[in-house]
Protein backbone atom coordinates (compact mmCIF):
# COMPACT_ATOMS: atom_id res chain seq x y z
CA UNK A 1 0.00 0.00 0.00
CA UNK A 2 1.31 3.13 -0.79
CA UNK A 3 2.42 5.97 2.15
CA UNK A 4 0.66 8.55 0.13
CA UNK A 5 -2.21 8.53 -1.89
CA UNK A 6 -3.42 11.24 -4.46
CA UNK A 7 -7.49 12.15 -4.76
CA UNK A 8 -7.37 15.17 -7.31
CA UNK A 9 -10.10 16.77 -6.33
CA UNK A 10 -9.94 20.63 -7.57
CA UNK A 11 -8.84 22.64 -4.43
CA UNK A 12 -11.89 25.11 -4.95
CA UNK A 13 -14.18 22.04 -3.73
CA UNK A 14 -12.30 22.40 -0.53
CA UNK A 15 -11.48 25.83 -0.10
CA UNK A 16 -13.32 28.56 -2.20
CA UNK A 17 -11.68 31.58 -0.49
CA UNK A 18 -7.91 32.91 -1.56
CA UNK A 19 -4.85 30.43 -1.20
CA UNK A 20 -2.93 33.84 -1.19
CA UNK A 21 -4.99 35.20 1.63
CA UNK A 22 -5.34 32.08 3.59
CA UNK A 23 -1.64 31.60 3.18
CA UNK A 24 -0.57 35.54 3.85
CA UNK A 25 -2.61 35.40 6.96
CA UNK A 26 -1.26 32.20 8.79
CA UNK A 27 2.23 33.27 7.69
CA UNK A 28 1.77 36.50 9.63
CA UNK A 29 0.32 34.42 12.55
CA UNK A 30 2.98 32.68 12.86
CA UNK A 31 5.07 35.47 12.64
CA UNK A 32 3.32 37.11 15.66
CA UNK A 33 3.57 34.32 17.82
CA UNK A 34 6.49 33.32 17.44
CA UNK A 35 8.12 36.96 18.66
CA UNK A 36 6.13 36.95 21.47
CA UNK A 37 7.84 37.45 24.96
CA UNK A 38 5.83 35.08 26.85
CA UNK A 39 6.83 31.34 25.91
CA UNK A 40 7.44 29.31 29.04
CA UNK A 41 9.39 26.18 29.01
CA UNK A 42 7.06 23.44 29.54
CA UNK A 43 8.98 19.83 28.51
CA UNK A 44 12.54 19.23 28.90
CA UNK A 45 14.82 15.91 26.88
CA UNK A 46 18.41 16.12 27.74
CA UNK A 47 19.31 19.88 26.39
CA UNK A 48 16.73 20.05 24.47
CA UNK A 49 13.14 21.90 25.57
CA UNK A 50 9.83 22.30 24.30
CA UNK A 51 7.74 25.51 25.37
CA UNK A 52 4.51 26.15 25.77
CA UNK A 53 1.99 29.71 25.14
CA UNK A 54 -1.29 30.75 25.82
CA UNK A 55 -3.36 32.72 24.44
CA UNK A 56 -6.67 34.58 25.93
CA UNK A 57 -9.43 33.03 25.96
CA UNK A 58 -7.97 29.69 24.02
CA UNK A 59 -7.91 26.88 25.95
CA UNK A 60 -6.16 25.17 23.68
CA UNK A 61 -2.13 25.86 23.86
CA UNK A 62 0.41 26.56 21.46
CA UNK A 63 4.00 24.26 21.34
CA UNK A 64 6.89 25.51 19.77
CA UNK A 65 10.79 23.94 19.22
CA UNK A 66 13.35 25.13 17.27
CA UNK A 67 17.20 23.49 16.53
CA UNK A 68 19.89 24.23 13.95
CA UNK A 69 20.69 21.44 12.21
CA UNK A 70 23.64 20.29 10.30
CA UNK A 71 22.59 19.67 6.76
CA UNK A 72 21.04 21.87 3.79
CA UNK A 73 17.82 23.71 3.63
CA UNK A 74 16.34 21.23 0.57
CA UNK A 75 17.29 18.94 2.55
CA UNK A 76 15.66 19.32 5.98
CA UNK A 77 12.24 20.78 3.92
CA UNK A 78 12.07 17.98 1.94
CA UNK A 79 11.93 15.24 4.64
CA UNK A 80 10.00 17.35 7.61
CA UNK A 81 7.74 19.18 5.34
CA UNK A 82 7.27 18.54 1.33
CA UNK A 83 7.87 14.57 1.57
CA UNK A 84 4.56 13.10 2.61
CA UNK A 85 6.01 9.58 2.28
CA UNK A 86 8.91 10.83 4.88
CA UNK A 87 6.69 11.72 7.46
CA UNK A 88 5.54 8.36 7.54
CA UNK A 89 8.82 7.16 8.26
CA UNK A 90 9.29 9.66 11.34
CA UNK A 91 5.79 10.17 12.87
CA UNK A 92 4.55 6.79 14.26
CA UNK A 93 1.42 7.77 14.76
CA UNK A 94 1.18 7.96 10.89
CA UNK A 95 0.88 5.09 8.27
CA UNK A 96 -0.51 7.01 5.40
CA UNK A 97 -1.57 10.59 3.75
CA UNK A 98 -3.98 11.11 1.74
CA UNK A 99 -3.02 13.98 -0.47
CA UNK A 100 -6.46 15.74 -1.82
CA UNK A 101 -5.36 18.48 -3.84
CA UNK A 102 -2.50 21.11 -5.23
CA UNK A 103 -2.37 23.67 -6.73
CA UNK A 104 0.74 25.73 -6.71
CA UNK A 105 2.10 26.14 -3.18
CA UNK A 106 -0.71 25.13 -1.98
CA UNK A 107 -1.89 21.82 -0.81
CA UNK A 108 -5.09 19.91 1.25
CA UNK A 109 -4.11 16.73 3.25
CA UNK A 110 -5.64 14.28 5.14
CA UNK A 111 -3.80 12.34 7.94
CA UNK A 112 -4.74 10.05 10.68
CA UNK A 113 -3.46 10.20 14.25
CA UNK A 114 -2.82 6.69 15.97
CA UNK A 115 -4.61 7.57 19.39
CA UNK A 116 -6.15 4.32 19.63
CA UNK A 117 -2.82 3.05 21.22
CA UNK A 118 -4.44 4.11 24.49
CA UNK A 119 -7.21 1.42 25.54
CA UNK A 120 -10.91 2.46 24.64
CA UNK A 121 -9.65 6.05 22.51
CA UNK A 122 -10.85 6.19 19.24
CA UNK A 123 -8.16 7.12 16.32
CA UNK A 124 -8.41 10.71 15.15
CA UNK A 125 -7.75 12.20 11.79
CA UNK A 126 -7.25 15.84 10.13
CA UNK A 127 -8.21 17.47 6.99
CA UNK A 128 -5.87 20.30 6.59
CA UNK A 129 -4.41 23.05 4.18
CA UNK A 130 -0.84 23.39 4.01
CA UNK A 131 0.10 26.58 2.39
CA UNK A 132 4.35 27.25 1.31
CA UNK A 133 6.47 30.54 1.04
CA UNK A 134 9.75 30.27 -0.26
CA UNK A 135 12.34 33.05 1.06
CA UNK A 136 15.03 34.00 -1.74
CA UNK A 137 18.03 32.52 0.45
CA UNK A 138 16.62 29.14 -0.07
CA UNK A 139 14.63 29.34 3.59
CA UNK A 140 10.85 27.45 3.39
CA UNK A 141 7.89 28.87 5.37
CA UNK A 142 5.13 26.37 6.19
CA UNK A 143 1.53 27.27 7.80
CA UNK A 144 -1.10 24.36 7.77
CA UNK A 145 -4.79 24.70 9.73
CA UNK A 146 -7.40 22.64 9.60
CA UNK A 147 -10.55 23.14 7.01
CA UNK A 148 -14.40 22.18 7.49
CA UNK A 149 -14.59 19.55 5.05
CA UNK A 150 -17.47 17.56 5.69
CA UNK A 151 -17.54 15.87 2.48
CA UNK A 152 -14.45 13.91 3.07
CA UNK A 153 -15.09 10.41 5.36
CA UNK A 154 -12.90 10.13 7.85
CA UNK A 155 -10.11 7.31 7.62
CA UNK A 156 -11.55 4.03 8.70
CA UNK A 157 -13.52 4.39 12.34
CA UNK A 158 -11.65 7.70 13.77
CA UNK A 159 -13.32 10.44 14.50
CA UNK A 160 -11.96 14.14 13.70
CA UNK A 161 -9.89 16.57 15.38
CA UNK A 162 -8.51 19.68 14.46
CA UNK A 163 -5.19 21.15 13.70
CA UNK A 164 -5.53 25.02 15.05
CA UNK A 165 -2.26 26.23 13.99
CA UNK A 166 1.02 24.25 12.29
CA UNK A 167 4.33 26.26 11.82
CA UNK A 168 7.08 23.91 10.10
CA UNK A 169 10.08 26.71 8.76
CA UNK A 170 13.34 26.25 7.62
CA UNK A 171 15.82 28.76 7.87
CA UNK A 172 19.00 28.89 6.64
CA UNK A 173 21.90 29.54 8.11
CA UNK A 174 24.58 27.87 5.88
CA UNK A 175 25.15 25.76 2.98
CA UNK A 176 24.67 22.81 5.33
CA UNK A 177 23.09 24.50 8.38
CA UNK A 178 19.67 25.31 8.85
CA UNK A 179 17.35 25.96 11.61
CA UNK A 180 14.17 24.23 12.25
CA UNK A 181 11.25 26.21 13.67
CA UNK A 182 7.98 24.27 14.50
CA UNK A 183 5.06 25.56 16.32
CA UNK A 184 2.12 23.17 16.95
CA UNK A 185 -1.37 23.58 18.82
CA UNK A 186 -3.99 20.50 18.38
CA UNK A 187 -7.33 20.11 19.50
CA UNK A 188 -8.08 16.25 19.44
CA UNK A 189 -11.67 17.13 20.08
CA UNK A 190 -14.15 14.61 22.08
CA UNK A 191 -13.64 14.42 25.88
CA UNK A 192 -9.60 14.14 26.66
CA UNK A 193 -7.95 16.06 29.17
CA UNK A 194 -6.45 19.13 27.92
CA UNK A 195 -3.61 18.57 29.92
CA UNK A 196 -3.18 14.99 28.62
CA UNK A 197 -3.02 16.05 25.53
CA UNK A 198 -0.76 18.78 25.52
CA UNK A 199 1.96 16.46 27.61
CA UNK A 200 1.53 13.62 24.88
CA UNK A 201 1.82 16.34 22.20
CA UNK A 202 5.08 17.75 23.40
CA UNK A 203 6.33 14.15 24.24
CA UNK A 204 6.15 13.31 20.61
CA UNK A 205 7.22 16.98 19.44
CA UNK A 206 10.79 16.18 21.35
CA UNK A 207 11.07 12.91 20.21
CA UNK A 208 10.72 14.12 16.54
CA UNK A 209 13.12 16.84 17.14
CA UNK A 210 15.92 14.49 18.75
CA UNK A 211 15.13 12.13 15.20
CA UNK A 212 15.71 14.98 13.09
CA UNK A 213 19.57 16.24 15.17
CA UNK A 214 20.18 12.40 14.79
CA UNK A 215 19.28 11.64 10.76
CA UNK A 216 21.16 15.52 10.44
CA UNK A 217 23.70 16.62 13.12
CA UNK A 218 23.97 19.51 15.58
CA UNK A 219 25.05 22.59 13.89
CA UNK A 220 26.86 24.83 16.32
CA UNK A 221 28.04 28.26 15.49
Same mark, same amino acid.
Given at each position: MPKVHLQHVPISQLIPDSLPDRRNRLLEKGKHLWERPDWKVYHRKGAFSIEKLMVEGDPIPLLRARASLGSSVNNVADYVILDKAAQVDWDPTVDQVVEWAQEGD???? $? +? /?????? *????????????????????????????????? $? +? /?????? *?????RFIMRNVIWLGYDACRLEIIWQTDMGGRLPINQVTSGSAKSLANEFVHFQQKFGIFKR
Open positions: HRVF $Q +I /PCDTGR *IPFLPDRDFVYYEGYHHAPDGSLFSVAESIDAT $Q +I /PALGNS *IRGSL
